[in-house]
């Protein structure tokens, strides 16, 4: 069984699609079916069961499943290892905003742990580029938010965390319990700066065009509302400065998590950067 198989057999297996696992490989259906038959062939045994509405996974393709991870992780490390040895093993990760959550620092520390000889260089951007350079070839993979455009890029959400309004604390709506956009329609809010990714400036404007002062960084945004009594979003969990509060925003979709890499790219580090991050986030 050649890793390049086992790798398209992976993506079917956690797809249960054909098309999608064909995307997802940067590769056309016809040509990953075959691949697919042909494993089925060596191995002996269907490995998935087809109908016209679902593919499911035999007994054996789940078993081959357990094995397919394993080998490429292993191969993986392999990779990596030999990187190490030859003095090559680099990761240039970027990071959006303030890099405070705290599955991030349980990245960091599994990563080490994990990889111990691999150079980690840290990128952190502020809010103007949601991809931290990734389509500048500036970092490898990058540990951001959505929504941003992703064409060219392979994006893998973390976790989805709610959103609420961030007003001064001294706002008459600062004493509610929740907000709709609605109740920020005539108020001012922090904007990013002329050629931002239009999909993510709608995003944190509550997808209506708006007016207000230009910021570029998360302290920026915050100091927009204590002097100006600016209004805009951020994470619910984030804790206010002082004279700030938030509200739970009750119909804005919540803010994802997400970590984004080129697409095609197969550094092994990357992989194994998006698995650790994968846990990290859900603990």
Not at 104 to 126: D, K, L, S
């Amino acid at each position: 069984m050649e890793l390049r198989t086992l790798r398209y057999f992976v993506a079917v297996a956690e797809e249960l699609h054909f098309g999608r696992a064909a995307a997802r490989l940067h590769m056309s259906q016809p040509p990953l079916s075959r691949a697919i038959k042909q494993l089925e062939t060596e191995v002996g045994a269907a490995l998935f069961n087809r109908s016209s509405t679902a593919v499911r996974l035999t007994p054996v393709g789940a078993v081959l499943l357990d094995e397919a991870r394993a080998l490429l992780d292993q191969a993986d490390r392999v990779r990596i290892r030999l990187a190490t040895a030859a003095g090559g093993a680099t990761i240039t990760v970027g990071i959006l905003g303030d890099s405070t959550d705290p599955g991030a620092t349980r990245m960091a520390n599994t990563f080490r742990g994990r990889h111990p000889r691999v150079e980690v260089r840290i990128r952190e951007t502020n809010l103007t580029d949601p991809t931290c350079g990734l389509r500048g070839g500036l970092v490898d993979v990058a540990l951001t938010r959505g929504p941003f455009d992703e064409t060219g890029l392979t994006v893998h959400e973390l976790r989805a965390d709610p959103v609420g309004a961030l007003l001064r604390a001294d706002d008459p709506l600062s004493r509610r319990d929740s907000l709709k956009l609605a109740d920020l329609a005539d108020r001012s809010w922090f904007l990013f700066p002329e050629g931002t990714d239009p999909i993510w400036q709608s995003y944190w404007n509550g997808g209506e065009p708006r007016q207000g002062p230009v910021v570029r960084a998360v302290q920026e945004c915050r100091q927009a509302v204590l002097w100006n009594g600016t209004v805009g979003m951020t994470l619910l969990d984030h804790e206010p400065a002082e004279g700030l509060s938030v509200v739970p925003l009750i119909d804005m979709p919540p803010s994802r998590a997400v970590a984004a890499w080129n697409e095609g790219d197969t550094n092994p580090l990357i992989r194994s950067f998006v698995q650790i991050a994968t846990a990290a986030f859900h603990e």
